[in-house]
């Protein structure tokens, strides 16, 4: 009898933590606004004014992309991978500051370092080419938060 009770305390387990991770990867891959601040992720201004977070998915970014061509192409990329790469900045500030683990710790040093010269590279190039930048683009002194 008392092994019954212990196999449906298992399923129970197993049953509650996998609704937790189908919970959990539907809002995020929902786009959901309060999980997504909870990661750390931010608003981004942009050329149409301030999207909110629900609006900066990345299925609306690679939405926005597939009419376009040529420099109207490369300038929508840039921009929009230069807000998604400051996003993956401000998550893995947070994990440098709030993990656990040293794995995790370390993955967000080598993110913020390999993010941070993929900006600073699609910045150069946004000057280069003759784009606007907009406050979207903003790093704030990319290399004071590497020496965080």
């Known amino acids: 009898m ?12 197993l049953a509650g933590a996998i609704i937790t991770g189908f919970s959990g990867a539907y809002a995020v891959n929902n786009n959901h606004p309060s999980m997504m601040r909870i990661m750390g992720m931010h608003t981004y201004s942009t050329s149409h004014g301030l999207m909110d977070d629900a ?10 992309l597939k009419n376009k061509t040529g420099d109207d192409f490369d300038k929508a990329f840039i921009s929009e991978m230069i807000a998604h790469h400051q996003g993956a900045i401000d998550m893995a500030n947070l994990a440098k500051q709030n993990a656990k683990h040293d ?9 913020v370092s390999a993010q941070t010269k993929e900006i600073n590279e699609m910045k150069a190039w946004q000057t280069q080419w003759g784009y606007s930048t907009s406050s979207s683009t903003n790093t704030h002194n990319m290399d004071e938060m590497m020496s965080h």
């Open 103 to 111: 794995e995790v710790k370390s993955l967000a040093n080598d993110i």
């Open 2 to 13: 008392q092994k019954k009770a212990i196999l449906y305390g298992v399923i129970g387990l």
């Open 55 to 64: 609006d900066m998915s990345m299925s609306n970014m690679t939405t926005s």
